[in-house]
């Protein structure tokens, strides 16, 4: 699980690194057989050259 604090990179651009400064709950439009999902989240992160983005959950894995 990826907290506020936690160092992070992206899959697409291990080289990019920065730190999780919060998280955005999202609403999902998508509807399940066996009930529904009410939310997915985003990612806020502050990269070390100072820039800020929100990317998805997916999208993000920490470092060690």
């Known amino acids: 699980m990826i907290k506020s604090g936690d160092r992070v990179s992206l899959f697409h ?13 999202v609403p999902t439009k998508t509807w399940f057989t066996n009930g529904s999902a009410s939310h997915t989240w985003r990612i806020l992160i502050e990269w070390d050259d100072g820039s800020r983005s929100e990317e998805a959950i997916g999208d993000v894995m920490r470092l060690d």
Not at 13 to 25: A, E, F, P, S, Y
């Open 13 to 25: 651009n291990i080289g990019k690194q920065g730190r999780v400064v919060g998280h955005r709950k």
